[in-house]
C-alpha cells in the first residue's frame, strides 16, 4: 500500500524583474513509497533533492504537480487542514543543535507534542514518564533531561530530536541528512538507531543523503536524483546484502591475549 | 635530539585551555615526526585535540592556551620563537589551509586579492606581479575562468571552488610545511574526489600534516596515517597497515563504523577532555578492555617498521 504518491512535482524559483531566469530545482519528479519502507533518495549538492523533502511536507509551496499522502492531494488542503495533518509527517534536519529550541530544556522539547495535547490529555507525571521513556528508546540517560542543547554533543542532540519526533508518533518521516554534521562513529549509532525505530516504530522514511554507502544502509530503493530530476530508482535488497558481508578489518594479529 | 631526516618533530607536546570546570587537556604528551616530501595524516573525531595540535604548531592558539613541550623545525623550536619570528615563518615557510572556507575568507576581498596579498607579503613582489600570480595560482588549483575568478568575492563561488581558494592561497608562498585542516569537510562525493586528487598531486614533494576525520582521503593522500583520541596518539604507522591491518581496537572500531565497511558503530561517547577516564583513555568504550587497562595508563608499543599502537594486547 502506498503511503506517498508525487506525480509530476516541479519546484521553479524565479528571479530578476525584467530578464526574468528560471531555476528548475525540481522539474518534474515522480515516484512513491510504500507503507513501512523507506526511499533513499542520494545526488549531488544543488540537485535539488533537498527541495523535494520540502515539498512532500508542504513546507514549501510546489509550482506544479501533485502530492498524495494516504489517498489525499495535499496541494489542495488549505492551511487549517494542513495543520491538523503536520503531527502525521515529520522533519529530521541536518544540524541538530538548530533544529531544538536553544532556551528549552532536552525534556521540555521532548514534552512539547504531549504539551500539545497530541497524544490526547496527559497528567504532569504522565508526561514525565513518557518523556524517561523515550530517552531511553533513543539511548540517552535520564540526567540530560534537564540540560540545554548546548550542553550535548551533536549526536546526542540528534537522538533528542528523534525523541521528540516519536513523542508526536508520525506515520511519515522525512530525513534530510541527518548525520552530515556528525562523526563517522557518532553516525554509526544514530543510523543504526534510526534503523530500529523504523522496525519499531513501522515508519515510512524519505531518506535523504550525498553519500550513496549511508543510502544503501538505510533504504530498501533508491532514487538517483540530478539536476531537478530522478534519473534511475533502484531495488537496494540486493546491494545491502553484498554492503553488510563485505570484509572487516582488524584481525588483531598482536592481540593473541583477547579473553576468548 | 634532533633527527636529520625530520622536517617537522614534535617533542611530548602538551597543550591546554583553562576554562570555568578545569583544565581542558586538548594535547596531552604528542610525540610526533613528519619527514622531508613525507605527508602525516592526523585522524581524530570532533574534540579529540587534531586541530588544536595543528594551530599549536603554527602557533595560532588564543593567548588564554598554554603549550609545552617542543616543536622542531629547521633545528628551531618553533615554541621558542617571539611573535615577531614566528610571524616571518607564519604563512611563508610553514602555511595552514584553515577548515570552513566559508568563514576563513574574508567576505568583503576579491578572492584574488586574498592570494596577492599572501604573495606580495612573503614574496616582495608588486601589486600588479602579484595579482598575475594570484591568477597563476588560481590556475593551478584547476579554477575555471581563473582571471574572472579572481575579481569574484568568496560568496559568489561554491564550497569546492571556496576550498580550491584556500588550496591556492595556502600554497602561494611555497611553503615547505603545509597544515590542511579538514580539507573535504561538507563537500558532496564527486567534489570531494576532486579536491583530495588536487591536493594530492599539488603537495607531492611537499612535508604536509593533514588534518581530517575522513579516513577515505587520507588515505589516498598520506604515506602516514596517526590516530588521535582524547589528546593522545594511539595508533601510528604507514597508510597501508592502518587502513587495512589496524592493530588499536580505537582504530578498527573507527574503520568499522564507516558505512562501507558495515556501519558497526563504537559504543559510548567521546571522554571529556577535563576529567579523561583512567588508565587507557579509550578502556571505557573499549570492547576488549582488561583490568589493567583502566589502572594503568599504556606506553607507545613498537610492533612493525614505523607502526606502533598505545594498547596493552598489543606487543
Known amino acids: ?260 | 635530539m634532533v633527527y636529520s631526516n625530520a622536517m617537522l618533530e614534535i617533542i611530548d607536546l602538551r597543550t591546554c585551555f583553562p576554562s570555568q570546570d578545569g583544565l581542558v587537556k586538548a594535547v596531552n604528551s604528542v610525540d610526533l615526526q613528519i619527514k622531508d616530501n613525507e605527508r602525516l595524516g592526523l585522524i581524530g573525531e570532533t574534540g579529540c585535540g587534531k586541530t588544536v595540535l595543528g594551530m599549536s604548531i603554527i602557533r595560532l592558539l588564543p593567548s588564554s592556551a598554554r603549550v609545552e613541550g617542543q616543536i622542531i623545525y629547521n633545528g628551531h623550536d618553533l615554541l621558542r620563537l617571539t611573535g615577531e619570528e614566528m610571524r616571518k615563518l607564519r604563512g611563508k615557510e610553514i602555511a595552514m589551509i584553515l577548515q570552513n572556507p566559508t568563514t576563513s575568507l574574508n567576505p568583503v576581498l576579491k578572492v584574488g586579492d586574498q592570494i596577492a596579498e599572501v604573495i606580495s607579503l612573503h614574496r616582495g613582489l608588486g601589486k600588479k606581479e602579484a595579482k598575475a600570480r594570484a591568477v597563476q595560482m588560481l590556475e593551478a588549483v584547476m579554477i575555471p575562468e581563473a582571471e574572472r575568478k579572481a575579481d569574484q568575492y568568496p560568496h559568489e563561488l561554491s564550497g569546492g571552488m571556496k576550498e580550491r581558494v584556500m588550496i591556492a592561497m595556502g600554497l602561494a608562498s611555497h611553503p615547505s610545511f603545509v597544515i590542511a585542516d579538514e580539507p573535504t569537510k561538507g563537500l558532496d562525493a564527486r567534489t570531494k574526489t576532486e579536491i583530495v586528487n588536487l591536493i594530492r598531486d599539488m603537495t607531492s614533494g611537499r612535508s604536509m600534516l593533514i588534518i581530517t576525520h575522513d579516513l577515505a582521503a587520507a588515505g589516498e593522500i598520506c604515506d602516514r596515517i596517526a590516530v588521535m583520541y582524547a589528546g593522545e596518539l594511539l595508533e601510528e604507522g604507514p597508510t597501508e597497515m592502518i587502513l587495512n591491518d589496524p592493530q588499536h581496537p580505537y582504530t578498527q572500531g573507527f574503520i568499522r563504523s564507516l558505512p562501507r565497511q558495515g556501519l558497526h558503530p563504537i559504543s559510548g561517547s567521546s571522554p571529556s577532555l577535563i576529567d579523561p577516564p583512567s588508565g587507557c583513555r579509550f578502556h571505557p568504550r573499549c570492547p576488549y578492555a582488561m583490568d589493567i587497562c583502566k589502572k594503568e595508563h599504556p606506553q607507545m608499543v613498537r610492533l612493525d617498521e614505523g607502526h606502533s599502537s598505545r594498547c596493552y594486547l598489543c606487543g
Not at chain 1, 523533502?53 to 495535499?74: A, C, N, Y
Not at chain 1, 544540524?95 to 531544538?100: H, I, K, M, Q
Not at chain 1, 497524544?119 to 539511548?139: I, N, P
Open chain 1, 1 to 260: 500500500m502506498r503511503l506517498i504518491e508525487v506525480h509530476d512535482l516541479k519546484k521553479h524559483y524565479s528571479s530578476g524583474l525584467i530578464n526574468k531566469q528560471y531555476t528548475r530545482a525540481v522539474d518534474g519528479v515522480s515516484f512513491h513509497i510504500k507503507r513501512g519502507e523507506t526511499l533513499g533518495l542520494v545526488g549531488e549538492s544543488g540537485c535539488g533533492k533537498t527541495t523535494v523533502g520540502r515539498l512532500l511536507l508542504r513546507l514549501i509551496e510546489p509550482t506544479s504537480g501533485s502530492i498524495i499522502f494516504d489517498g489525499m492531494d495535499i496541494t489542495r488542503l488549505n492551511r487549517e487542514e494542513m495543520r491538523k495533518l503536520r503531527p502525521r509527517m515529520q522533519m529530521i534536519f541536518q544540524d541538530p543543535e538548530s533544529s531544538l529550541n536553544p532556551r528549552m530544556r532536552i525534556g521540555e522539547s521532548i514534552a512539547e507534542p504531549f504539551r500539545l495535547g497530541l497524544q490526547g490529555k496527559m497528567s504532569r507525571s504522565e508526561m514525565k514518564e513518557r518523556v524517561l521513556e523515550l530517552v531511553d528508546v533513543v539511548g540517552l540517560n535520564p540526567e540530560h533531561v534537564n540540560r540545554f542543547p548546548h550542553q550535548l554533543s551533536g549526536g546526542q542532540n540528534q537522538r533528542v530530536v528523534l525523541a521528540r519526533i516519536l513523542a508526536i508518533n508520525p506515520e511519515f518521516i522525512v530525513a534530510d541528512e541527518p548525520t552530515a554534521s556528525l562523526d563517522v562513529s557518532v553516525q554509526a549509532q544514530i543510523l543504526r538507531l534510526m534503523m530500529d525505530l523504523k522496525r519499531d516504530f513501522g515508519l515510512t522514511m524519505l531518506f535523504i543523503s550525498h553519500d550513496m554507502d549511508v543510502v544503501r544502509h538505510m533504504s530498501d530503493r533508491i532514487a538517483i536524483m540530478e539536476k531537478g530530476r530522478i534519473t534511475d530508482i533502484l531495488d537496494n535488497s540486493s546491494l545491502c546484502q553484498k554492503a553488510e558481508k563485505s570484509s572487516i578489518p582488524g584481525k588483531l594479529k598482536y592481540a593473541s591475549r583477547i579473553p576468548a
